[in-house]
């Protein structure tokens, strides 16, 4: 019911938006042809009458098909064959609005039987395309992608983008039905990109509508809702109030399944009023049914029971409507009947004339046979005389008569005999078939069917009738067909011994099941008499040996990938390793300066910052596949977050040697008073892994990149003018360890980690993200956030100064460092050194804890976790057991498994991860110190 629903709804918006006004302006213009109808003649007159038919195709198919028969007959007198052709195609279509179906079929395959005489292949193309849609709208979905792929294969290669893209539409409609979403979405997505270049918005609110099915189907609702979305923008502008209010009650139903109840109210009051403005039954039942689930749902079970009421009032008038076009339709079907019939009345007519030539012959050869009696009368006559020889002729052969009698007797009891054998022969087969597991068929020298099984009826699904009659054959799908049967007959006229066959047969319940056949012939007395058959059904083996093709496939396309990432990563590990090493030991040797030493560390910081990237990409790839990377929301001014990444990445893009790249920072003028409610270091990582990938691929021309307020969401965006993406590669690039061109990894780098950590951040954060880019022009990245209006007065967008010093100033401070690393731990008393604080060591857990309980006892604790003796969580613990509340911070290398609120559990006032910062730091000792 719901399948049916959907397609009637895709139907009235084809209407609503064709073209781009209402039913009632298809109305005049076929007003105005039915007043030129009568005014002309000859091949205008029937051009007008396929312009017409084709108007009331979807306004009243009813009118459409009275009107094709004398448009039919007026092109036969013309001898107009292509025009013919059109408007049986268009005949078609008016009985398949009318659910004649088989009608339709019979309509379409003459038309193109036509284009095929006359060789032309878009009237081809376009028959092609209607079967298949016939052959939809009849659920046979195997031979409605059959033709539909015909049809596709002539448009491309006619070129007829718009066509192509109707095809690819038609692909994923049959493709969703059959439940094959992956590849219907492709198609959709090939047709939209066709019909956005083209302009034709109608195709796109189609296509819109397609994907929002699949993706509900798919349970993923907001990417149906975002879809509905933009339906939605199209419709509104322009102007289709009917469309407009259908797709905001589809909305509104996406709203209830997301539990959105607010949203599904909004959307579904202007859907009422619409309706109401409208006067539209379809919509106010539908809209008042939604209605009361949203309100039943919020527990306003009053309001509900209000909303069914008007439902149940409407649904009367909408049956009357129903009972309307099933009475049109059963006209139709009457006159298409009677049209057959009386061409049937022509052939009886015909026939009976050909009866009255063979009475007349009748009574000329009865004139003859009365001629041979008389004549047979005079010969016996004549042979009287020889009567007596033959009563002596007679009375010898009566003797004779008798001896052969008793023969024959003898004869009729040995076949008695063997008749007597036979039975019990067929007894014994009988009971062998009736017990056997496999379908077993017998069939005469001729190949027709004379004995089935119970086993082969249900191993195939399909009656017995079907197969004593031969219409069994019908069952075999088109594709396999012709082998068969021409196998079958083959056999039985040429004798054959045996033969083998593996076919597919379509079930009573429209399921394909596959058949290995395998038959022998039978000899009488060494004269062949038939062939027995037996029929397995192979279903189960041929899906397992697919499944097991699908899982070799897929192992082999994962080997590829793992081998393709673990070289790029050994590449990328190397290179910024080789460079810490190398400029390492020229820095031990005397033969440099200071200045160079400098530029050899500030090389060395920068090789350290890419691996350090690299690994903190691994590590947040693994939280998010174990499902251990938490989200930490806070409110955030997003506008002063880009400030901070335009002025980093501006002097990232002079140090890369592309300050020639022009980097552009847009934002609302209400910026710097937006607040979002967010977790604030992810939205900087995700906005900074679009723009490294920006400054990447791009040596000229500009990086655009910001936001704005769209739909009740921040919309942000990173646009460059880079080598851009091939339109084919546009899903995978977000599947981790992937890149659009795995040969970009040499040229530019890259593990193919960013933008899988990116769509999966924007996930986890509520929002959605997808890219448009053009090969060899550019690319620009989306991503949505749920933003809620709220202003802060005392929040300026602008990036906060450090008033104080550089270096805090903790010189009345006592620290105590626990780490059992020393080099660590002259980094981290190289930092603080400029803080003037007393640093106290501890090299493992145990001293730490007898450093804790001294006197004076330090002011706050950096305690690295794994140490040995003790480690430091056993330390925590027992510095707390006797009642000292100094604040501790946990260092560690560890990031998988502890967050925050398990450090603090255990004893922990907050916890840093290495490597260790000095801005991190000194914020975080700060925080407690002050």
């Not at 046979?369 to 004549?375: T, V």
């Not at 009287?384 to 009563?391: D, E, I, M």
């Not at 033969?499 to 597919?504: G, L, Y």
């Not at 793992?562 to 810490?580: D, V």
Request: neutral net charge.
């Amino acid at each position: 019911m719901r399948q049916k629903l959907w397609l009637l709804f895709l139907f009235l918006i084809l209407i609503v938006l064709n073209p781009f006004g209402s039913v009632a302006s298809s109305y005049k213009l076929t007003d105005s042809l039915e007043l030129l109808l009568p005014k002309t003649s000859g091949e205008k007159k029937l051009l007008i009458y396929r312009d017409l038919i084709k108007n009331y195709r979807n306004i009243n198919p009813a009118r459409g098909v009275a009107h094709s028969r004398p448009a039919i007959q007026l092109a036969d007198s013309l001898n107009n064959i292509l025009l013919k052709a059109a408007i049986i195609n268009e005949m078609g279509v008016c009985y398949r609005k009318l659910s004649i179906i088989e009608k339709s079929l019979e309509m379409h395959f003459e038309a193109l039987a036509i284009y095929e005489r006359e060789n032309d292949s878009m009237g081809v193309a376009f028959s092609y395309a209607n079967i298949g849609m016939a052959y939809f709208f009849y659920q046979d979905y195997e031979n409605a992608l059959e033709y539909h792929f015909r049809s596709l294969l002539i448009k491309e290669y006619l070129g007829d983008q718009g066509q192509i893209a109707y095809s690819q539409n038609a692909i994923g409609m049959v493709l969703a039905e059959m439940g094959d979403y992956a590849r219907a979405l492709d198609y959709y997505i090939s047709a939209l990109a066709i019909q956005k270049k083209l302009g034709k918005r109608n195709e796109i609110v189609n296509i819109y509508g397609n994907l929002s099915k699949v993706f509900s189907k798919l349970g993923r609702l907001n990417e149906a809702l975002e879809y509905f979305k933009k339906a939605e923008v199209v419709l509104l502008d322009v102007g289709s109030e009917y469309g407009y209010a259908l797709t905001l009650n589809e909305i509104a139903n996406i709203h209830l399944l997301l539990n959105d109840t607010d949203n599904a109210i909004s959307k579904v009051k202007d859907a009422e009023t619409i309706g109401l403005k409208l006067n539209n039954l379809g919509v106010l039942h539908y809209n008042y049914r939604l209605q009361a689930k949203i309100y039943d749902q919020i527990g306003d079970h009053k309001q509900a029971y209000t909303y069914l009421l008007r439902s149940a009032n409407i649904k009367d008038s909408l049956f009357s409507e129903q009972r309307s076009r099933e009475i049109t339709e059963t006209q139709i079907r009457y006159e298409t009947e009677r049209v057959d019939s009386e061409n049937k009345i022509l052939l009886l007519s015909l026939a009976e004339q050909q009866l009255r030539i063979r009475f007349l012959v009748a009574i000329i050869a009865s004139a003859i046979l009365l001629f041979f009696i008389f004549f047979f009368i005079w010969r016996q006559h004549k042979n009287n005389k020889v009567k007596k020889q033959l009563q002596k002729l007679n009375a010898s052969l009566e003797q004779r008569v008798v001896e052969r009698t008793k023969k024959i007797e003898e004869e009729i009891n040995k076949k008695q005999q063997a008749m007597n054998s036979l039975r019990k022969s067929e007894e014994k087969f009988r009971a062998i078939s009736e017990a056997s597991p496999l379908g077993i068929a017998v069939s005469d020298h001729h190949g027709q069917l004379i004995f089935v099984n119970p086993s082969l009826m249900h191993q195939t699904g399909i009656p017995k009738d079907f197969f004593l009659d031969r219409t069994w054959l019908r069952k075999v799908l088109i594709e396999d067909r012709q082998k068969v049967e021409t196998l079958w007959e083959n056999a039985h006229k040429q004798q054959t011994d045996s033969f083998e066959s593996v076919f597919r047969l379509r079930t009573e319940n429209n399921e394909i099941i596959w058949i290995h056949l395998k038959a022998s012939s039978m000899l009488l007395n060494g004269a062949f008499i038939g062939m027995v058959s037996l029929l397995d059904n192979i279903t189960r083996q041929k899906n397992f040996e697919e499944e097991l093709i699908k899982a070799k496939n897929k192992a082999e396309e994962s080997d590829r990938v793992k081998s393709a990432f673990l070289a790029n990563m050994s590449h990328e590990i190397r290179t910024p390793m080789n460079a810490i090493l190398g400029f390492s030991d020229l820095l031990s040797s005397d033969d440099y300066g200071d200045n160079e030493k400098i530029e050899f560390v500030n090389l060395i910081k920068s090789s350290g910052r890419l691996l350090l990237n690299l690994i903190n990409d691994i590590i947040d790839i693994s939280k998010i596949e174990a499902g251990e990377l938490k989200i930490q929301k806070s409110k955030c001014n997003p506008g002063s977050l880009m400030v901070e990444l335009f002025q980093a990445y501006k002097q990232q893009l002079e140090n890369m040697g592309k300050a020639n790249i022009q980097l552009i920072l847009e934002q609302p003028k209400e910026a710097s008073e937006i607040l979002l409610f967010t977790d604030r270091m992810r939205l900087h990582q995700i906005v900074s892994n679009l723009l490294n990938n920006a400054i990447k691929f791009t040596d000229e021309g500009y990086i655009n990149y910001g936001f704005i307020i769209a739909n009740g969401n921040l919309q942000f965006y990173v646009k460059d003018s880079g080598i851009g993406i091939p339109e084919s590669k546009t899903e995978i690039i977000f599947e981790r360890f992937r890149q659009a061109d795995d040969s970009h990894s040499r040229l530019f780098g890259g593990t193919g980690l960013g933008l899988a950590i990116v769509k999966n951040l924007v996930d986890m954060l509520g929002g959605s993200v997808w890219v448009e880019s053009i090969h060899g022009k550019g690319t620009i990245f989306y991503f949505t956030l749920p933003y809620e209006d709220s202003r802060s007065s005392d929040e300026t967008g602008s990036i906060s100064e450090n008033e104080n010093s550089l270096y805090p100033d903790f010189s009345n401070k006592t620290i105590l460092i626990a780490e059992d690393n020393e080099a660590n731990y002259l980094l981290l008393k190289r930092i603080l050194s400029k803080t003037k604080a007393t640093i106290l060591y501890a090299p493992n857990g145990l001293i730490a804890m007898d450093m804790a309980a001294s006197s004076p006892s330090p002011d706050i604790i950096l305690m690295d976790i794994q140490m040995p003796e003790m480690n430091g969580i056993e330390a925590m613990k027992k510095i707390r057991q006797h009642g000292f509340r100094m604040p501790a911070i946990a260092v560690t290398a560890f990031t998988m498994m502890e967050e925050e609120k398990d450090y603090v559990q255990r004893g922990f006032d907050a916890y840093l991860q290495k490597p260790l910062g000095a801005e991190k730091l000194f914020e975080t000792l700060e925080a407690f110190l002050r």
